[in-house]
């Protein structure tokens, strides 16, 4: 069964700094890994879509990187602001059309 | 137009009542799906219906029952929930065989009293 583990749970940085949040996963026959924003109480933002045949994707201040064989993923924001404190999800789906399996998520908060 | 719309945003209902969520999507995905989500938790899936057939249910309780009538429209129906049930329900498409996003609406929070 696959498991996805976020490492922080939490994270709290000021306003500017670049930051790394990480992703494990168990299975590495995954067919795509998605990261996800969400806000209290609100449904989920897609960031980024990685490709199991792909290594990164980048969106703006957000890059992410995806090591299939070692099961890990990164997710890389550059110039942190106060808007971008919310919860992250990283999460994986083992064929098209099929579930996702999401870790627990890490909660960033970016202080002015 | 990338919009997953969800109604009602909130819902609140007793062990006895019957109601139903709604879901709609019109980026012509052919994949759609309910989570379950409780507070601090990730979501959870329930029930992915795929060109409009139920294709993977998570052994889901009765008492939920989820009804495709087209490939833009799902509906959750709710009967004889219990407290527990309360949690943040969100709805998702897709588009099946090619490696694109899961879309997510804005949840319903239902609570049971």
């Not at chain 1, 897609?46 to 957000?62: A, C, F, M, N, V």
């Not at chain 2, 609140?12 to 409780?38: D, I």
């Amino acid at each position: 069964k696959q498991e996805v583990t976020q490492i922080p749970a939490a994270l709290s940085v000021p306003e500017g700094e670049n930051l790394v949040l990480n992703c494990s996963f168990t299975d590495s026959a995954i067919y795509n890994l998605q990261w996800f924003r969400q806000d209290p109480g609100k449904g989920l933002t897609s960031l980024l879509l990685i490709q199991s045949s792909q290594r990164e994707q980048t969106s703006g201040r957000l890059n992410a990187s995806l090591d299939k064989s070692s099961g890990r993923s990164t997710l890389y924001i550059a110039a942190s602001q106060p808007g971008d404190s919310a919860t992250y999800l990283c999460a994986v789906e083992e064929t098209s059309g099929s579930r996702l399996t999401f870790g627990e998520g890490t909660q960033l908060t970016v202080n002015p | 137009d990338t919009e997953v719309t969800q109604t009602p945003k909130h819902l609140v209902m007793g062990m006895t009542n019957k109601k139903s969520l709604k879901c709609e999507q019109h980026m012509g995905h052919r994949a759609m799906y309910w989570y379950k989500q409780k507070a601090k938790k990730p979501p959870e899936l329930m029930f992915v219906y795929s060109y409009e057939k139920l294709s993977i249910n998570e052994s889901v309780p009765s008492r939920f029952s989820p009804e495709c009538p087209n490939s833009s429209l799902l509906n959750l129906h709710l009967h004889a929930l219990q407290p527990e049930d309360s949690a943040l329900y969100l709805c998702a498409s897709s588009q099946p065989g090619q490696s694109y996003e899961q879309y997510f609406g804005p949840g319903t929070r239902l609570t049971v009293t």
